[in-house]
Structure formats: C-alpha cells, structure tokens
C-alpha cells in the first residue's frame, strides 16, 4: 500500500514521525508484555517522550512545547498506530489534556502545568465517564460545592486513562444546575488532593498497558483557582469544542492500525505454506486483502481530508464523528479480516495482529460510544 503521502504531512513531521517511531520500538515495543503485566508504563518512559520533545508538540513553545501544530500529533500517533502499540496513552497526556489547559486555562494554570506535562515529569488525565454513565455527560453526578475559596469534590469516575499515574486529573463536575449548564472542569493536583483514590487496574479484553482505573473523590478539596475557565458552567460547551480534535486523534491511530494489520497478514500469507503453495495463491485470501487494503485507502483518504480541515480551523463535530466512528468501524472489520489470515497463530497474543483486534473494540466506545457519533452525525443532517 506504498506510494500515498498525507497532503498535511511535510519534511518536519515526517522528522517527528521518525523520532517518534524509535522511541516507540527502543523504548516501549520491547517491554510490551511487562507494561501489560503491571497494566501501565514505567514512569520513565513519559520522562523519556518528554525529553525528546515528542509530548505537546503542539502546544506553544513559551508554556514548553513544541510551537507545532495538530499535524505533528498526528505524525507521533500514526507511528504509534503503525507499530501496534496500546501502552503509552499518548493521545490523552499530549492531545487531549494539554489544549484544556492551554485554551480555557488562567495564565497561572499554564504556566504550572503545561511546561510539566511536556516534559512528562507531570502525566495528565481526564475523567469523564461514571459508572451510572458514559457518553451521556449531561447527566454527570460528581458535585463540587464551593466552600470559601475552595470546591468540595465528591463522586466516582470510570475508566480513566493513566488513572494511577496522572498528578493532574481534569475533573467534570457539577458545580451547578441538572444537564449540561450546571457542568465545570476542575484541576485536581494528585499531590495535593487528600480524599483522591483510584482503584486496581481494570482487567480490559485488550490494551492491557494501560493504566485505566476507577477513581474516587470523597470530599477532595481544591483551590477554586483551579476551575479551567473564567466562570463556573463553561464545561460542557468546553467539551463539545475539544471532543472533535479527541475524536480525530483516535481516527488516527485506528487508521494506521488497519493499515498495519494489512501489512501484517500480506506478509504472513505470502511466507505461509498451505495446501501445497503459500497461502497467498489461495484466492480467497488474495481478494479478502485486496478489499481490505481499499477500504483502508479509502478511510485514509478521509482521515487526511479531515486532519486538513482541523489545521484550518474547519472540521466541525459531525464530521469528526463520522472520522471516528467510521475508522473504528473499519479497524474491528480489518483486523477480524485479518486475524483470520493467521489462523490460529492469529489468536496468540504474541503476535501483533491479535493485539491489534484486542485493541480495536473498545474504540468504539471511547472518545463517545460509535451509536452516539451515529446520532450526532443525524443531528447536522
């Protein structure tokens, strides 16, 4: 599948693409099956992908980062997705958490936590989901009440990403009214929040290094200082604005993951002997991959189309849900397409391709469950 460039990519992004592609094979590749053991990643390797320069490219050089744009994310999560790997949760600390902070955070608040997420001595997370509910934000329970100068934090967060080891976790709460206008987002510094505690480690179907927790607030207090935004009730239409760039971000790693899954099993049916001749002069498995591979150009294609539009200013949310929820899709169909190729070898862990489908089911949950990206694209229409 040579001979495509991603017309957002240039010389400087493929020089983080390369960067960011060693990283992940001398520093993350090798240790996958340990990561999975201990269900995250050695402190040092956020440490290690801050010192390269490789988190928060795209956030301003005078908060610590890289002064680049989308694009040069982009450029670190293919390489990431390229390689197969679900350890490093690049996509919340560097493309998520950060532009919180950078585009509602007070200058203070930027000046603390930005120049610390770039260089991984500070890991962020986001937490979002509750147990009484996922995608519908609307009906959030977690309640921070304001005591003096201070907010009073009390709920149950689900599934959070880097759960243990994030010393910043961005908090939706309610400070207000029921629905979305009664929603804020809070900074809760880990070091400084007694009454933060996180449960073990979720035993997930796949992406086993990651550190995805249950967290629990009783009656954590926090500066109001550190509400992100000028004035209480701003989180929701604050999350509305970010969730697309999310949204893409998980696009593009699904898409270079489908694309690898390709590779992987042209390789394998070409060197693999069955029935007398590799398994590649079977027909059947010629035309399989042959669909594959152009229903994975095809959703390039509209990924680029889509990274173009976010670096002018000009993707809209139903059109990075249809990014997503179409990516994602395609990764599950792909890699179970795939997978089968292998035969049995395809459900050992070991390999690449099994780690791969592991991976891929929870994307359509994530980032807002694939139904839900469905009804938000109908709602545009």
């Known amino acids: 599948m040579g001979g495509y460039h991603s017309p957002w990519a240039d010389e400087e992004t493929h020089q983080v693409g390369r960067l960011a592609r060693s990283f992940f094979e001398r520093s993350v590749l090798p240790h996958t099956q340990r990561f999975g053991a201990q269900h995250r990643v050695d402190r040092e390797t956020w440490t290690e992908a801050g010192r390269l320069g490789l988190l928060c490219p795209s956030i301003p050089q005078e908060y610590g980062g890289g002064g680049g744009t989308f ?5 670190v999560l293919w390489e990431q997705g390229r390689l197969a790997d679900d350890c490093l949760p690049y996509a919340i600390h560097s493309t998520v958490v950060p532009h919180y902070v950078e585009r509602y955070g007070s200058e203070e608040q930027k000046r603390r936590w930005l120049p ?3 260089a991984g001595t500070l890991v962020g997370a986001i937490a979002m989901s509750e147990p009484s509910g996922g995608s519908d934000l609307k009906r959030v329970r977690t309640v921070a009440r304001r005591e ?3 907010y009073v934090i ?3 967060k689900s599934f959070v990403t880097n759960g243990s080891m994030a010393g910043l976790v961005l908090v939706v ?3 207000g009214e029921q629905g979305a206008h009664g929603l804020s987002i809070i900074g809760v510094e880990k070091e400084h929040a007694t009454g933060l ?3 073990g480690p979720l035993k997930k179907i796949g992406q086993h290094g990651q550190d995805t927790r249950e967290l ?3 009656d954590v207090r926090v500066p109001v200082e550190n509400l992100i935004g000028e004035s209480e009730g701003r989180g929701f239409a604050q999350l509305m604005a970010q969730l697309p760039q999310e949204r893409l971000a998980i696009a593009v790693g699904a898409v270079a993951q489908a694309e690898y899954a390709v590779e992987l099993a042209v390789r394998y049916a070409k060197e693999r002997t069955a029935f007398g001749g590799p398994l590649w002069d079977l027909q059947n498995t010629r035309l399989t991959l042959a669909d594959c591979a152009t229903e994975v150009r095809i959703a390039r294609v509209f990924l680029d189309h889509c990274v173009v539009r976010h670096l002018s200013g000009g993707l809209d949310a139903a059109t990075a849900s249809q990014s997503k929820y179409h990516s994602t899709d395609l990764l599950s169909s792909v890699a179970d397409r795939c997978l089968q190729v292998f035969g049995g ?3 050992v862990l070991e390999y690449p391709i099994a780690r791969i489908y592991a991976g891929a089911r929870v994307q359509r949950i994530y980032g807002g469950a694939n139904e839900v990206m469905r009804e938000l694209v109908a709602r545009s229409m």
């Open 197 to 199: 505690s996180h449960g």
């Open 116 to 118: 610390a997420l770039a």
């Open 148 to 150: 003096g100068d201070h």
């Open 154 to 156: 009390s709920g149950a």
């Open 345 to 347: 070898y395809g459900y």
């Open 173 to 175: 709460a309610r400070t």
């Open 216 to 218: 629990f607030l009783d």
């Open 71 to 75: 694009a040069h994310e982009a450029a």
